[in-house]
């Protein structure tokens, strides 16, 4: 039978409640056929919630409140697509905070989505192993010359001949204006409308299994962007008791978090179950402070993992971490997080390091060749020793891992775009480099992960770009990206975020890749992940066989591993001379693979012999900066 209402800014109220409802139903408006749509808010601040339709035809709906500070209802005559606000105690006019889509931006009205609407080509997409990822990030607004979901789908057979096996993209929850990197999200929920909103996402998601692609989302649980965030307004989301570096923290461990880390661990198996998301990577997740006895991000893996098994899938969620906590990796029953995988900073910053010769900011605890080694041994370069640059003890010995749970990358969004001016590594180094951090990447024991346009040279930089309209905001974000990178000394003006060159400027010359070096380095990655994927020596998930070599004083590194009867060794040199040296090797003969100082691959010549036959010691004479791969002969 209908509830009562009353009249609010002087519209006609009509709501019928078919039954109660508890308050563990979906949050959001969840249509479910027959014009019939399910509201859901958590609202402890508001004593009376309403739901105003304003299309095809307004109306106006008052919720039941629960005594949790749930306010929820069933509302028949609704369209999909109707468009729609909250009304709180009859006065603030907000978006739903787990509105499925914002077609006119942050600040305008929810619309009603149609989970039904869509249908997927087939139930019989397998994940793959963890072993058997290669990762590819990219950023959806500066990939494609549109910048939407549906141009990506063109470049979905690139990628797979490349040999990728898994698209990261980085954020797509909704964000002010349409130049963004992401990471200033205010609507977990809601697909990015200038990107093509939920089902352009469903559209690009289809199309990857399709060709053989999982689809891992970058997503934001540490903050919510500055402008547009009216979380604040419905109730304790976030706790004045902690700060992130932008902004206010998220409250995951105070009084009423227990509905906080609801909402986003929905958020979470939303991503999973309603666009068949086959990873999530989690943003930042040093950020969180929580000092609960079960981490909000433990409960997240867990029920992560619970929604995959019911679903027959493998569904991943991978951690980004400057902590060096191999906790995060650690199984929960011996005390660790029980996420999938995690980002290893420390081999990046090694590697970088070694390349470059930066020793300013953080890379000032790097730079040593034996400290690469100590990444390639152990996973991570801090694992309990003095840090110069946070000038304490960092991080904690690394236990009870495998090498498929560290994702390992010579470039990524952050270590790029978070330059001054955002330059790649093909600006800061010879070419002869980008081919030795190519070779480290894929033959390292780690999950291989390229950022968009690194295979092939891309010469544009990656740009931190915002679209806000507030411009208080706009000049502290031009000033606070001025303030940040002080501690590197890096010279030239910061590019203004806000001007739209910045964005444009950052978008790929996607037609470098047919001409040059940029063709010949392109085909040097796809070579290396086919090694990586084929020979099961490199694709062996066991740091127990692999052997790492230092010769600091030559600038050579030699990496050996071994998989059942397949053996694979690798040797670099970072030296800018011919260098001499002798390697142990297991006895036999090896076959040489590549050699990336060969002409095919524009380098000086090679010197590395293509058959080397050792009982104990491999003499070999190495050109400048290159690297060569072996194969062990199998014997008769």
């Not at 019989?124 to 990030?137: A, D, F, G, N, Q």
């Not at 979470?268 to 309603?274: F, K, M, R």
């Not at 084929?534 to 030559?554: R, T, W, Y």
Request: aromatic share 12%; hydrophobic share 40%; proline share 6%.
């Amino acid at each position: 039978m209908p509830f009562e209402t009353k009249p609010e800014g002087g519209l006609a109220t009509t709501s019928r409640q078919i039954e109660p409802e508890p308050d563990s139903g979906l949050l959001g408006a969840v249509y479910i056929g027959n014009k019939r749509c399910r509201f859901r808010v958590w609202a402890p601040f508001a004593e009376r919630v309403s739901v105003r339709i304003t299309t095809p035809q307004e109306r106006l709906i008052t919720l039941k409140r629960t005594s949790a500070g749930y306010h929820y209802g069933l509302a028949t005559e609704v369209e999909p697509d109707s468009l729609y606000f909250y009304i709180l105690d009859g006065e603030k006019k907000r978006a739903d905070p787990a509105s499925r889509s914002q077609p006119r931006g942050v600040h305008g009205p929810s619309r009603v989505v149609d989970p039904a609407a869509f249908t997927w080509s087939h139930d019989r997409w397998v994940t793959p192993s963890r072993k058997e990822l290669v990762i590819y990030e990219l950023h959806v607004g500066t990939y494609t010359p549109h910048g939407t979901f549906e141009d990506i789908v063109s470049r979905l057979g690139y990628l797979k001949d490349l040999g990728i096996t898994a698209v990261e993209l980085m954020p797509v929850a909704q964000f002010p204006g349409e130049r963004n990197w992401g990471y200033d999200g205010v609507f977990p929920y809601a697909v990015q409308n200038s990107y093509g909103g939920p089902e352009g996402l469903k559209r690009l998601v289809d199309a990857c299994h399709n060709n053989g692609l999982a689809v891992i989302l970058d997503v934001v649980y540490n903050h919510l962007g500055p402008e547009g965030s009216y979380l604040s307004d419905f109730g304790p989301y976030f706790t004045d008791r902690y700060r992130t570096p932008w902004g206010l923290a998220l409250n995951f461990d105070g009084p009423d978090s227990d509905n906080v880390r609801r909402f986003f661990i929905e958020n979470a198996l939303y991503w999973v179950s309603e666009f068949r998301i086959d990873g999530l990577r989690l943003d930042a997740v040093h950020a969180i402070i929580d000092t609960s006895a079960t981490t909000f991000i433990e409960e997240l893996a867990e029920a992560v993992h619970r929604l995959a098994e019911r679903l027959a899938r493998r569904v991943y969620v991978i951690a980004e971490s400057d902590l060096n906590n191999a906790r995060m990796i650690q199984p929960r029953v011996v005390g660790g997080y029980g996420l999938d995988a995690m980002w290893s900073d420390d081999f990046h910053h090694a590697l970088h390091a070694l390349l470059t010769g930066e020793r300013t900011g953080y890379y000032q605890d790097f730079g040593p060749l034996r400290l690469l080694g100590t990444a390639l041994r152990d996973g991570y370069v801090y694992s309990g020793r003095y840090s110069m640059y946070r000038r304490r003890k960092h991080g904690n010995p690394p236990r009870m891992f495998t090498p498929d749970q560290l994702v390992v990358f010579a470039q990524n969004h952050d270590q790029v775009g978070n330059r001054s001016r955002g330059e790649r590594l093909s600006a800061l180094v010879s070419f002869s480099d980008l081919k030795l951090a190519a070779g480290m990447v894929f033959l390292s024991p780690f999950l291989p992960l390229v950022f968009m346009g690194e295979e092939y040279g891309e010469t544009a930089p990656f740009q931190y770009f915002t679209s806000h309209s507030d411009p208080a905001l706009i000049k502290a974000v031009r000033k606070g990206r001025r303030e940040e990178f002080a501690s590197f000394n890096w010279a030239g003006e910061v590019p203004d975020p806000q001007d739209e060159s910045t964005f444009r400027n950052s978008c790929l010359n996607f037609e470098l890749r047919l001409h040059g070096r940029h063709k010949v380095l392109l085909e040097l990655y796809r070579l290396l992940i086919a090694f990586y994927r084929q020979l099961p020596a490199l694709s062996a998930p066991d740091m127990g066989n692999i052997d790492v070599f230092i010769l600091e004083n030559k600038k050579v590194l030699a990496i050996q591993r071994h998989y059942a009867d397949s053996a694979a060794f690798a040797v670099f040199s970072f030296s800018s001379a011919a260098e001499t040296v002798t390697l142990p090797t297991v006895p036999g003969k090896w076959r040489k693979l590549l050699d990336s100082s060969e002409e095919r691959w524009l380098g000086e010549g090679e010197t590395v012999p293509s058959l080397i036959e050792s009982s104990e010691d491999a003499g070999i004479t190495l050109g400048p900066k290159m690297f060569a791969v072996f194969e062990r002969v199998k014997e008769d």
